[in-house]
């Protein structure tokens, strides 16, 4: 009797949103496997990526400003979908069609994918403010804000998330009048604040007599928008419209509905490992300091080759490949920061 409660509870809009990976390998083995691999991938890149930009906003990035703490923000939800791409793979081969066990991770999965878009559409504002509304912005743009924004959006994310799982697990089709609110606000009304705020930037940087800043940030401000508005278009829009899809059609044949289904929560996972472009355009320095990084850490090991090599040569070989190389890999000094 409880296995048929249980069969019950998941009856109606949840296997219609969801589909386990259990069912994609029974039905299309091929294409599990081919999306198996690209999440692999994903994972790899994604979580080397952003641990190596955590560590740059954190630890070499002196002044925290509103940018940088919404982007640290983006970066801890980006390396969570990250790791959440194994335990699929681990869930699938232990768990096999648990649809209770999937619930959890399924819940996790898309609290961070809302909050990668909440926070997207932070950033986005917060390059708006300081580049056209500068001094109107001031009072705004402050850290104790931003930290407030943030636990905010968490908050938000996981309320609207556990929401929208809820009704479609306890309830049919007749909630999806309560569903499609909780998807606008949580998707298409930031895809519209950001289109809006790209366009309000790129007029106004066709008079740059409104504008105290130089060209160059006013174009990076420019180029950040445009990024977004790109991964939006191709890692979360597809989810979306397949979402809305069924809630207008549940109907739509189940086959159909599950390749759709896991191809775009694929492409969606994808936004990990394109949000790193993002931070480019966030601080002035980040592409810098990463390449100082690599290049420390590559000039380190040169280093200690030649010296190894050369140990029995006596200091009188070492001393002249010591003034080759000057002041140590030509970096900056230790309190160079990353500013905004």
Known sequence: ??????????????????????????????????????????????????????????????????????????????????????????????????????????????????????????????????????????????????????????????????????????FSYCCIAKILPLMVCEYFFPLVIITFFTTRIMCALSKPTLMHQSRERRMRAVQLLITVLIIFMICFTPFHVRQLAISINPKMPNDISLVVYHVTVTLSSLNSCMDPIVYCFVTNNFQLTMKNIFRKSEAEQASGDIISVNKGSGSNTIIPFSNALGDPLGLPSHNNTVKS
């Not at 194994?86 to 999937?102: N, T």
């Open 1 to 170: 009797m409880k296995t048929s409660n249980n069969s019950t509870l998941f009856e109606g809009l949840f296997d219609k949103f969801v589909h386990l990976d259990q069912e994609l390998s029974d039905k299309f083995y091929t294409l599990w496997i081919v999306l198996l691999v690209f999440n692999v991938i994903i994972f790899l890149v994604g979580v080397v990526l952003n641990s190596l930009a955590l560590y740059v906003f954190c630890f070499r990035t002196k002044t925290k400003t509103t940018s940088v703490m919404y982007t640290i923000n983006l970066i801890v939800t980006d390396l969570l979908v990250g790791f959440s791409l194994p335990i699929r793979i681990i869930m699938h081969y232990s768990a096999g069609d648990c649809k209770q066990c999937a619930l959890i991770h399924i819940f996790i999965y898309f609290v961070n994918m809302y909050c990668s878009i909440l926070f997207l559409t932070c950033i986005c504002i917060d390059r708006y403010l300081a580049i056209v509304q500068v001094e109107a912005s001031r009072k705004w743009r402050n850290p104790n804000y931003a930290k407030s924004i943030c636990a905010f959006i968490w908050i938000f994310a996981t309320v609207v998330t556990f929401s929208i799982l809820t009704m479609a697990v306890k």
